[in-house]
């Protein structure tokens, strides 16, 4: 009995010990995620002033910036957020807080590999072959720990976990359609490539999110909506895949259709619930730790994404019909990831990300004015590049864009970085605490 009683304080500081390992490995994820995003946002920005004609050609700019957005900021933060919070949701602490320092260092050196592919010349390919290896290794390693987290074995798999589980599956296939494309196609990111990316993978794990961290409701019809998603969830991201590696470009219009019909039903689905939480009859009760005006927030920057993503597969399908458009491309890839992804991170991480970093309870207030900054400018960058696209350039407006942008960004990492932070001694995460 006394054995007993000395064992439970044991596995309940064991428990804690891994809680805030896990934490201090998000922290990192989330701290190199920003260098990268930042370092990549500075050579988009200077890429803007080339197209613009204020300054010389700068190519490096231009070849090193979608990689370190998509595979530096996009999938290091995504995954990282995912592999820590996924396991809360079902009380599980795995114990694989070191391991994941190794795969952030694969995922730094994919950049480091890219980089000495375009600067040594004759070693494109064994470098290339490297960066493949890395975001493979990677894929791998974040479908385990998705798989370990949900409940992928029961009988009947949670609808949030589906989009979780299809999150890895998208990412795996994307690193195969990497290879595929370096070897075959003149550009890397493709538009399947980017669809399998920025919504296959990073969609479906902020669709998964969503799902597992709104209140349940009783609504058939949002049950029914969410099933329809998955549907095509599920075959936009094999048909992507499938038209990638056999080079059926002329049948990218078909993806882009089909994810717009995953998000349109799911937009649907969270409208219904937005509906029921606040009007009458069956209302739903949400979790006290979160105030009205954050989720408000956190509502109306869901409902701008819903709108950013259908603007992003819009251009993609005219793009699709008609390749001399190319700047309508370039829209959809700043619609989705900048507009869909950018604004779903910035109303959401402030209810998700206090807690899993440093146990603080989710703000009461937040400052949307950086989020309206971001917003504007990525209205004024797609806007841009959607008239550019029909040969009318407006050097201002690039400019301009790419500057509140910038502005929006850095303004809101200041803010959320200071409330995480802001915290009582026995909160603190901190680089030199015992490992």
Not at 187 to 201: A, D, R
Not at 303 to 323: K, M, Q
Not at 347 to 369: K, Q, V
Request: proline share 3%; hydrophobic share 55%; glycine share 6%.
């Amino acid at each position: 009995m006394d054995n007993s009683v000395e064992r439970q304080p044991s596995r309940e500081r064991n428990i804690n010990n891994i809680y805030l390992l896990r934490r201090k490995v998000l922290l990192y994820y989330v701290i190199v995620a920003t260098l990268l995003a930042t370092i990549g946002t500075i050579m988009g920005l200077i890429e803007l002033f080339v197209f613009s004609g204020y300054i010389s050609q700068f190519q490096f700019g231009f070849f090193d910036h979608p990689f370190l957005q998509i595979y530096g900021f996009l999938i290091i933060f995504v995954s990282g957020v995912a592999v820590v919070l996924v396991p809360t949701f079902r009380g599980h602490t795995p114990d694989t807080g070191y391991l994941d320092y190794l795969f952030l260092i694969v995922m730094v050196l994919f950049q480091v590999f890219v980089v000495a592919a375009m600067l040594i010349s004759n070693s494109e390919h064994i470098f290339m072959y490297a960066a493949f290896a890395c975001v493979l290794v990677y894929s791998i390693r974040y479908n385990f720990l998705v798989w370990e987290g949900t409940n992928v074995g029961a009988r009947k798999i949670d609808l949030g976990d589906f989009f979780l589980v299809l999150s890895g599956a998208a990412l795996l296939l994307s690193s195969i359609t990497f290879l595929h494309n370096f070897l075959v196609s003149p550009h890397i990111f493709t538009l399947p490539m980017i669809y399998i990316l920025l919504i296959g993978f990073a969609g479906s794990v902020i669709i998964g999110v969503m799902i597992k961290t709104s209140p349940s409701s009783p609504s058939k019809l949002r049950r029914s909506l969410i099933r329809i998603s998955m549907l095509f969830a599920l075959v936009s991201v094999l048909v992507d895949f499938f038209i990638a590696v056999f080079g059926l470009a002329s049948f990218d219009f078909m993806v882009g259709i089909l994810f717009l019909i995953e998000i349109g039903c799911f937009a649907l689905a969270q409208l219904v619930l937005a509906i029921k939480s606040v009007g009458s009859g069956e209302k739903i009760k949400l979790r006290s730790a979160f105030s009205m005006k954050i989720i408000s927030f956190s509502r109306m920057s869901a409902a701008i994404s819903y709108f950013w993503i259908t603007a992003g597969i819009i251009f993609g399908i005219s793009y699709s019909l008609d390749h001399s458009l190319y700047y309508l491309k370039i829209a959809s890839i700043h619609s989705i990831g900048l507009g869909f992804i950018g604004s779903t991170i910035m109303g959401y991480a402030p209810l998700l990300l206090p807690g899993i970093i440093s146990e603080r309870t989710p703000r009461l207030r937040i400052n949307p004015t950086s989020f309206y900054f971001f917003n504007i400018g990525t209205v004024l960058m797609v806007s841009a590049f959607a008239m550019a696209a029909y040969a009318i350039q407006l050097s201002a407006l690039f400019i301009s864009s790419g500057i509140l942008i910038v502005i929006g960004i850095i303004w809101y990492i200041v803010d959320i970085h200071l409330y995480i932070f802001h915290k009582t001694e026995e909160e603190s995460v901190s680089f030199s605490d015992n490992w």
